[in-house]
C-alpha cells in the first residue's frame, strides 16, 4: 500500500492497557504512516466500565505510552465515547484493531465512524494482533485482578471512582461469570456491575434451606471460593449477624486471606430470619453496646488496611424509628465501622432517603449502602443525589432463574418431550462455549 504522508496530519488511537505488547506497538507503527500520532489513556472510571479495573495509575498508563516511539502526544481521554476527542483534536485519522468483538466495542465503533461523519477524517482498522503472546499477557493480566491482594483492595479504590458502586448478588460460579461479563452499551452509554454481593437469602435458597444462618461458614466460604475461581471484581460478603465476635474475628480474617473487600453485619441478636419479613416474624435487634464491641473486636482483628466491616441497621425494618436507626448508624460509626447499611421493606424509597439526608447531614464521609429490594423504583441518580455509595441488588438473579427453571421443568412434563421450550432455552452450542478454557 501506498501511503501519502501529509505533515500535519494528526492519527488518534486510545489506549486502555496496563501493558505495551507487540500489538499495541504494530497499531503505533502502522498509525505512524498517516501522520502524528496522538493516543489517549482511557481515564480509569472509564476503565472500569468498559473494559476491566485497571492495575496502573492513570500516570503509569500515561508514562507507559509515552515511552513507545513514534508517539508525539499522549493526553487523557475522558469518555470511552469519542465525542470530545473528535471535538478537540479534529484527528484526521482514527486508527484501532479490528477486535470489535462484543456490544460495547460495536457501540464505540459506531461512536466513531458517526463523528468522523460529522468532523471529517476516517476510520482506519488495522488487523488485531492475535497470538500466543498477546493472548498470554491479557490472561495474566485477568488473573492478576484475581489475586486476593488486589481484589480486596477494590472495593474502596471504586469508592472514590464511581459515582456509585453498583453491585450484583451472585450465588455460584455462573452467576458470577454473569457479574463480571454482562456489559450494555447503546449509543453514548456503556455499563457494567462494578462488584458482586454474596447474600445469605440467595446463598442458602440455591442449596434449599431456610435464610437463618443455618448454612455454616465453611459451606458459604465455598461459595466464595467457586465465584473467585471465575471472576475479578470486588466481593461484599452478607455475614449475617456476624454471630458471637469470639467467632466473627475468625470470619473477618478468612475473608482477607480470601480476598473478600467487604463483610457486612445486622445487628440482630438471636435466630435471625431474612429481613424481608419484617415484624411478621420474630426477630431481636442486639443492643447498641454489644454490637458495637462485635465490631471493634472485628476491626482489631482484621490485618490489612483495606477490607471494611459495614455494619447494617435493622430499626427500619424492625419499625423502631428513625432516631433510633441515626442513633445506631453514629454509635456504630464511632465503632469503627467502615460503613452503614440502611435496609428497609417499604415499597417507597422516602424513609431510607430521609435515613440518608440525615445521616449525611452529620457524617459526609461514611460510605452508605443501600439495598433496593422493595422500593425498586428508586433509581441510582436519585440514591447519589442522597448520598449513597453502594447499591446492592441482593436477588434478582436467583429470582430469575427460579421461574425460568421451573417453566422448562412444567414443559417438559406437560408436552412429555422437551421440544416445546427449547427456543426458550439457551442454545446448546451457546451452552458448550459459554465456559472458557484455559
Ligand atoms: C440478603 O440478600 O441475604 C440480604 C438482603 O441480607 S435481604 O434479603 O433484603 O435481607
Ligand atoms: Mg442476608
Known amino acids: 500500500m501506498i501511503f501519502i504522508k501529509f505533515k500535519n496530519n494528526i492519527v488518534y488511537t486510545c489506549f486502555c492497557t496496563d501493558v505495551i505488547h507487540e500489538g499495541h506497538l504494530n497499531l503505533i507503527n502502522e498509525a505512524k504512516n498517516y501522520g502524528e500520532v496522538i493516543v489517549g489513556v482511557l481515564c480509569d472510571s472509564e476503565m472500569v466500565k468498559y473494559n476491566r479495573f485497571p492495575l496502573k495509575t492513570t500516570d503509569e498508563r500515561v508514562e507507559l505510552v509515552k515511552n513507545i516511539p513514534n508517539v508525539s502526544k499522549v493526553i487523557i481521554q475522558d469518555n470511552i465515547m469519542y465525542d470530545d476527542v473528535v471535538k478537540d483534536l479534529h484527528p484526521d485519522y482514527i486508527i484501532h484493531g479490528d477486535n470489535w468483538s462484543d456490544d460495547a466495542m460495536v457501540a464505540i465503533r459506531q461512536n466513531i465512524i458517526d463523528l468522523l461523519d460529522e468532523f471529517g477524517g476516517e476510520l482506519i482498522e488495522i488487523p488485531y494482533t492475535f497470538n500466543e503472546n498477546v493472548l498470554k499477557i491479557d490472561s495474566q493480566m485477568r488473573e492478576k485482578l484475581a489475586m486476593p491482594e488486589l481484589r480486596r483492595a477494590r472495593l474502596k479504590k471504586l469508592l472514590n471512582l464511581v459515582p456509585i458502586v453498583k453491585t450484583i448478588e451472585v450465588h455460584s460460579g ?91 453485619i445486622e445487628d440482630k441478636i438471636g435466630l435471625k430470619k431474612n429481613s424481608l419479613f419484617g415484624t411478621e416474624v420474630k426477630q431481636t435487634q442486639d443492643d447498641i453496646e454489644h454490637f458495637c464491641e462485635k465490631i471493634r473486636a472485628g476491626k482489631n482483628a482484621q490485618l490489612s488496611e483495606d477490607f471494611m466491616i459495614i455494619a447494617r441497621i435493622e430499626s427500619l425494618i424492625l419499625e423502631q424509628g428513625m432516631d433510633d436507626a441515626l442513633k445506631r448508624a453514629f454509635a456504630f460509626c464511632d465503632a469503627g465501622a467502615d460503613g452503614i447499611m440502611i435496609h428497609s421493606r417499604r415499597n417507597e424509597p422516602d424513609e431510607i432517603l430521609e435515613f440518608c439526608d440525615k445521616f449525611r447531614q452529620k457524617d459526609t464521609e461514611t460510605p452508605i449502602v443501600v439495598v433496593p429490594s422493595s422500593f425498586n423504583t428508586v433509581t441510582e441518580d436519585e440514591l447519589i443525589k442522597h448520598g449513597v455509595n453502594i447499591v446492592i441488588y441482593a436477588n434478582q438473579l436467583l429470582r430469575a432463574a427460579f421461574p425460568a427453571m421451573q417453566n422448562a421443568a412444567k414443559s417438559i412434563l406437560k408436552h412429555h418431550r422437551a421440544h416445546e421450550i427449547d427456543e426458550e432455552l439457551l442454545s446448546i452450542k451457546d451452552i458448550i462455549t459459554l465456559i472458557d478454557e484455559l
Open 174 to 264: 455462573l452467576t458470577g461469570l454473569i457479574a463480571e461479563k454482562t456489559i450494555v452499551a447503546d449509543d453514548n452509554h456503556i455499563d457494567q456491575f462494578e462488584a458482586m454481593w454474596i447474600s445469605s437469602l440467595c446463598d442458602s435458597t440455591e442449596k434449599g434451606k431456610p435464610d437463618i444462618e443455618l448454612v455454616d461458614m465453611t459451606s458459604r466460604f465455598r461459595t466464595i471460593n467457586d465465584i473467585m475461581e471465575v471472576t475479578t471484581k470486588p466481593i461484599i460478603f452478607d455475614g449475617d449477624t456476624g454471630g458471637i465476635a469470639e467467632h466473627f474475628v475468625y470470619t473477618v480474617r478468612s475473608l482477607e486471606r480470601m480476598g473478600v473487600s467487604a463483610v457486612i
